[in-house]
């Protein structure tokens, strides 16, 4: 039996649609994870869960037990909120043994057990040194930690997490990410994670579903969302830099296909040929993400496709380079940082066929939804 | 033509009558044509530094050269210098549009051309759509990207940028470095920019400066801070997932010098030439730096030398994995592409080149050179 089922959901304020019909099964001691951009409805889904927010309609089971009308403490649920909500008055220990304090609370503590429940929470996050402290002597990072603290310490059904690593400076987010891998094995509770961050989303979830609107757009397995997304919507907010999005249509009789943007063509193989074939369109959106396009500053008959280039940009550990195919730009990343290029310099493409996607013009679906 | 020098540029302030020294002893040349990005945590003196530049802050001591002449006494006008905050500092009854004319009108140009560089920037920073809108009505992010527009608008011999994408949605903000390095491709303006975020700075600077404690700690290329940093700060502060740092013994194996890791197996072999220098130095232990995108799961040359660990978590990025192993107590990662036949709890062995090892003095944290 799924730990949480919502069955069509509809959530509205006023006139705008939070959450459009949905429905979907957690399955117990899942990490399940709400990718999508601002305004898609993360937040309403977990207020929905928590019982926050009533839904419009449809319902919501716990185990199989129907808890529309179950107010948000009978619900055994913990969720912490993006900007960490603690209580500014009370120390770091009193934020984190709240939970355990208050009326609703399902065992009552002495303060020696709630002491022991607080530090073992405290340690687990690398926070048990500040616990004398009040929230405005910590750092981001760190208030966060003790948001989450709150809400381990309540061991409760569905832990619920609210973008908790949004406000946080790139270094720490990193940090904190990694450090909910072990959190999630100790812990191993259902968990609802809300995330804006591809990266965030497919390094933790075991399973993730993105949502756009107030809809599901797909839900899968990190590796379906990343190599297999079901529409372009998904596509373009999942990966780094942006996937590159061109129109190309087939030519049967040569086994190319040609791009009008950029006015020109490439080989493809007989099977991608045929999978195109079949589905049945003419024109489709190719969809090539900056990493598997490769070059050279050589043409060959593999490097046949002649590009010129921008302006390159070095990250961490890979080279950004825009390009241009006459009036087409492309987005390219290499591993090697240290690579020198010249803006205007002529560049060599090739386009791993394989490893480009397929989307249907008129649906924006992609053709090639691994079965 | 334009170019910036500091000589012994000091900076004090003063605080219930103590001298608070904000910038320390610096030297900084920043070339004609180049980006030089200054790079530091909060407090580090970075903006100070620009600050004193543009000539909103008084020098306390040292000199200000620009173009080699003397410009400690010129008032902020005189230096022709182009000027983006982090606070926005709009002009809040003005549209977007009116903010960048601003400027250009006072410099008495012609309708044509401030209509033609109102386009060419706003394009760049994707604010073309929001022309004529109040600022008011705009988020944060398009505010900021407004700041920095009124700034890029004009044609200064002289940018200088204090983290001027720091609000600006993360998808958004590196079409904006592209935009600002097009500029200086295409006019050649001189830019000094000012961040505390590595990967923006590596991104946008031809070299990069790094501030510390009033102090500019190490000027050079990527290529020099990351694979050269002088000591534990930069190593720490540059790249990301960060440096493996970890503390080593020095033991002699067989008359070969290796490096333990404490409470672990970890045993790391030196450079030979290094190893020479420890002996010299006669340490018991050092601090070694090994950063996570230079350990390797595929052996690439026969050069490379071996570790092992058991992987703790494994990170699917979708480019990229990131790999926690541990050995014994200690714990390091490593970044590399993606490999979906790793699994968790199972020992990997590793490979690394030995000229990647950082070696770090224990108690001064600087980099033990040859």
């Given at each position: 039996m799924p730990k949480i089922s919502l069955k069509n959901v509809t959530k509205r304020f006023d006139k705008v649609v939070a959450l459009n019909n949905l429905s979907i099964d957690i399955e117990d001691g899942e990490f399940f994870v709400i990718l999508g951009p601002s305004g898609a409805g993360k937040t309403t889904f977990l207020k929905v869960i928590a019982g926050l927010e009533n839904p419009e309609s449809g319902e919501i089971y716990f185990n199989g037990n129907l808890v529309n009308n179950i107010v948000t403490p009978k619900r055994d649920v913990a969720l912490t909120f993006e900007e960490y909500s603690l209580y500014p008055h009370f120390t770091v220990f009193n934020n984190i043994a709240s939970p355990l304090k208050s009326p609703s609370s399902k065992v009552k503590y002495n303060s020696k057990q709630l002491k022991e429940k607080v530090d073992s929470v405290a340690k687990m996050l690398n926070i048990n040194q500040l616990l004398d402290r009040l929230p405005s002597e910590l750092s981001g990072g760190q208030k966060q930690r003790v948001a989450i603290g709150r809400a381990l310490i309540k061991e409760p059904q569905v832990l619920l997490f609210d973008e908790p690593l949004a406000h946080l400076d790139a270094k720490i987010r990193n940090q904190l990410r990694t450090e909910f891998h072990f959190l999630k094995e100790k812990f191993r509770t259902t968990t609802i994670y809300t995330s804006h961050d591809y990266k965030e989303a497919i390094s933790l979830g075991d399973r993730i579903m993105f949502l756009d609107?107030?809809?599901?757009?797909?839900i899968g397995t990190p590796e379906e969302i990343y190599n297999f997304p079901k529409n372009i919507i998904v596509a373009r907010n999942v990966g780094w830099p942006d996937i590159n999005l061109f129109d190309c249509s087939i030519n049967s009789e040569n086994n190319q296909l040609y791009?009008?943007?950029?006015?020109f063509a490439f080989d493809i193989s007989g099977s991608i040929l045929q999978l195109l074939k079949n589905y049945g369109e003419s024109e489709y959106i190719i969809g090539a993400r900056p990493h598997y396009i490769s070059f050279s500053e050589k043409p060959s008959d593999v490097y046949n496709l002649k590009a010129t280039c921008g302006i390159t940009e070095t990250l961490d550990n890979q080279l950004i380079v825009n390009l241009k195919i006459k009036d087409m730009n492309l987005t390219l990343s290499v591993d090697n940082p240290d690579l020198s290029l010249r803006k205007n310099q002529q560049l060599w493409l090739h386009f791993n066929d394989q490893s480009l996607m397929f989307f249907n013009k008129k649906t924006n679906e992609n053709v090639k939804i691994r079965q | 033509m334009a170019s910036v020098s500091l000589k012994n540029v000091y900076k004090y302030y003063w605080s219930k009558k103590e001298k608070v020294e904000a910038v320390k002893n610096l030297n900084l040349d920043v070339r004609d044509k180049e980006i030089v990005a200054l790079l530091g945590p909060s407090g580090c003196g970075k903006t100070s530094t620009l600050r004193m530049i543009a000539g909103i802050e008084e020098i306390s001591n040292g000199e200000l050269y620009i173009d080699n002449n003397l410009s400690n006494d010129l008032t902020p006008a005189q230096r022709n210098i182009a000027l983006a905050f982090e606070d926005y500092a709009l002009y809040f009854h003005l549209t977007v549009r009116e903010n960048m004319e601003l400027c250009l009108k006072a410099k008495k140009l012609s309708p044509d051309e401030i209509?033609?560089?109102?386009?060419?920037?706003?394009?760049?920073?994707?604010?073309?759509?929001?022309?004529?809108?109040?600022?008011?009505?705009?988020?944060?992010?398009?505010?900021?990207?407004?700041?920095?527009?009124?700034?890029?608008?004009?044609?200064?011999?002289?940018?200088?940028?204090d983290e001027p994408i720091s609000h600006v949605e993360v998808n958004k903000r590196y079409q904006i470095l592209a935009g600002i390095k097009e500029i200086n491709y295409e006019f050649g303006t001189t830019i000094?920019?000012?961040?505390?975020?590595?990967?923006?700075?590596?991104?946008?600077?031809?070299?990069?400066?790094?501030?510390n404690f009033a102090e500019l700690q190490q000027i050079g290329t990527r290529d020099e801070i990351f694979n050269n940093p002088v000591n534990i700060f930069i190593a720490s502060f540059v790249g990301q997932p960060q440096i493996n740092l970890m503390k080593c013994e020095i033991i002699s194996d067989k008359g070969e010098i290796v490096l333990k890791a404490k409470d672990s197996s970890l045993n790391f072999i030196p450079d030979p030439k290094v190893s020479k220098k420890l002996y010299q130095l006669n340490l018991e232990e050092v601090v070694l730096g090994l950063r996570p995108q230079n350990i390797y799961i595929r052996k690439i040359s026969d050069k490379q030398k071996s570790i092992k660990g058991i992987i703790e978590v494994i990170e699917f990025l979708g480019e990229d994995m990131h790999i926690v192993l541990r050995s014994g107590e200690c714990k390091f990662s490593v970044y590399c592409g993606?490999?979906?036949?790793?699994?968790?709890?199972?020992?990997?062995?590793?490979?690394?080149?030995?000229?990647?090892?950082?070696?770090?003095?224990?108690?001064?944290?600087?980099?033990?050179?040859i």
């Open positions: 609107k107030g809809e599901i757009q797909q791009c009008p943007e950029g006015d | 209509r033609k560089r109102i386009k060419y920037i706003s394009e760049m920073l994707g604010i073309e759509d929001i022309l004529d809108l109040r600022t008011t009505t705009l988020s944060g992010g398009q505010q900021q990207r407004v700041s920095l527009a009124r700034a890029l608008v004009r044609d200064p011999s002289i940018f200088l940028l000094l920019y000012v961040t505390h975020n590595q990967v923006e700075a590596i991104a946008v600077g031809n070299r990069i400066g790094v501030m993606v490999h979906m036949e790793l699994k968790k709890g199972k020992e990997l062995e590793l490979f690394y080149d030995q000229n990647k090892l950082h070696i770090f003095h224990p108690e001064t944290e600087k980099a033990i050179n």
